[in-house]
């Protein structure tokens, strides 16, 4: 059984037509698509038509869609009053409510109503398709549709195959996100699907080196910018999003994982809910905001005093030459023997591992020694970002000529405390492992999760491709010592990272 989805008669039906509701009627009617607008609040779907037209008549405007198109489009927009006019559907897109109660039985009524061909799909974010197909009749005619809001902007739909779709329903489907100029990808139904799930490092490892005291916020959201080339920071995603969005999702993840340690929630943000710091919304959150722009900080000036001599670890010796020639740039005299003498600056460059345990491990000074983070923020210049990390008892002088020393080339310089990991490894280190046993779990392809972040995260690069870019084997360092340190199974690392890692092979590589 199938429906012909590129037929130029095909009709689709949409449920509910809040902003998702609005978004999905809107490229499916500019895709050719006769679409039937139904709402239960009296004049919703007649409002959404007309906000619908207002937005395509605004393309045309602009010159991005021809005055036929515009036409064309607000024709194949239609609004129906009962439920049961959407009997002529092909397809039936909800889009209501987040209650699986409601979705059940806005479903079953469908059923009485709906052709035997007709599929119906939920645009659920956050509830399981299978719980909501097994309360149908035919179980095997419905599938997960799950647009991201801006519909017409977010090119990504996910489609999610329940336990009890068929094939066909599904294949159908992802033809119909392509009919209507988005990436389609396919997913097996489970927590947070492909994009949620995968978006759950980021954030939630953000605040746990916050609840550290590792460094601040604004710290991090700019290392993550300017060093790890995110567009924001993750404090600024969560108050551009709202807390009270957020805080739900990484919650109801968390636990419908049972718990699972990789997920697991701050008390941070639970308690900025509660006391109602939302973000941009409510004009203050992580940041304050006045006009919906956040309040600027004045930098901090670097200290000017270099370091007299600095010696460089050879734990990654490719790193050292690079960091001994910005010594020598500096003016500064870079020691050469084994072992440092008793006035030097001491630089390591760790993988993972806090620079406490890298003093220990190598004998070295912890009153002049400090960290640098060479896998990420090692360029030098302008709108570059380096982070350095210091011991518990680094003295003060030694931390400022440090400081000196990597900022006298123009780069920025971000000082924290010590921690196991530095701040875009540690969260880097996250969104690979997680994205690793996503494919682990064959809840996607590997190509097809890298895709759906990209466009649904707007990540600068997937989170397998960015395993592959930063090394395999460089993520797997980093997370097995976080690990051993913290002796938090947050940090165990995938199957999938583990053996690709060790085999020296891209983390895109499908098992034949």
């Known amino acids: 059984m199938s429906v012909d989805i590129q037929s130029p008669s095909l009709c689709l039906g949409i449920v509910g037509t809040g902003a998702m509701g609005r978004g999905i009627a809107q490229i499916a009617a500019q895709a050719g698509i006769r679409v039937l607008l139904f709402d239960a609040l009296h004049g919703a779907a007649a409002n959404a038509r007309e906000a619908v037209v207002a937005t395509l008549a605004k393309l045309a405007e602009k010159g991005k869609i021809s005055a036929d198109a515009l036409a064309a489009a607000s024709t194949r927009l239609e609004v129906v009053r009962r ?54 009749k035919r179980p095997e005619r419905v599938a997960g549709f799950h647009f991201f809001n801006p519909v017409p902007l977010m090119k990504i739909v996910e489609v999610i195959d329940g336990l009890l779709t068929a094939p066909w329903a599904a294949d159908a489907l992802l033809a119909l996100g392509r009919r209507m100029g988005h990436s389609a990808v396919r997913a097996k139904d489970t927590p947070g699907f492909i994009v949620n799930h995968a978006g759950r490092g980021f954030v939630t490892e953000a605040l746990r080196i916050l609840g550290e005291g590792v460094t601040d916020f604004r710290e991090i959201d700019c290392i993550m910018r300017e060093a790890a080339g995110f567009r924001m920071g993750p404090f600024e995603l969560m108050d551009l999003t709202g807390l009270d969005v957020s805080q739900p999702v990484m919650e109801s993840i968390y636990n419908q994982y049972y718990q699972e340690a990789r997920y697991r929630p701050s008390p941070i943000a639970a308690q900025r809910l509660t006391g109602g710091l939302l973000g941009r919304k409510t004009g203050r959150g992580f940041y304050d905001y006045a006009e919906g722009k956040a309040a600027g900080i004045p930098p901090i000036a670097a200290p000017t005093v270099l370091p007299d001599r600095v010696w460089v670890s050879q734990t990654h010796p490719e790193w050292a030459d690079v960091l001994r020639d910005i010594a020598a740039a500096a003016g500064v005299t870079v020691e050469a023997d084994y072992v440092p003498g008793s006035d030097a600056l001491c630089i390591v460059t760790p993988l993972g591992a806090d620079i406490t345990t890298c003093c220990v491990e190598q004998g070295l000074d912890p009153r002049h020694t400090v960290g640098i983070d060479c896998l990420f923020g090692i360029a030098a210049g302008k709108g570059a970002r380096r982070s ?54 064959r809840i996607a392809s590997p190509t097809d999760i890298d895709r759906a972040v990209n466009l649904g995260l707007g990540y600068p690069q997937g989170p397998l491709a960015f395993g592959d870019a930063l090394g395999a084997r460089n993520i797997l360092a980093i997370l097995e010592a976080m690990q051993d340190f913290y002796g938090d199974p947050r940090y165990r690392p995938s199957p999938w990272l583990k053996r690709r890692a060790l085999l020296g092979v891209s983390l895109l590589t499908e098992e034949t």
């Open 83 to 136: 439920l049961d006019e959407m009997a002529s559907a092909q397809v039936i897109v909800e889009a209501i409510v987040e209650n699986l109660d409601v979705k059940k039985q806005l479903f079953q009524q469908l059923e009485d109503i709906i052709s035997a061909e007709c599929i119906l799909a939920t645009n659920t974010s956050s509830l399981s398709v299978t719980s909501i197909a097994a309360a149908c």
């Open 388 to 441: 350095l990390m210091t011991t518990p008892l680094t003295a003060p002088e030694m931390r400022d000529a440090a400081h000196a020393l990597f900022a006298a080339d123009g780069s920025a310089v971000s000082v924290m405390r010590d921690s196991g990991g530095f701040v875009a490894q540690r969260i880097l280190s996250c969104i690979v492992n997680i994205g690793c046993d996503i494919a682990q779990q």
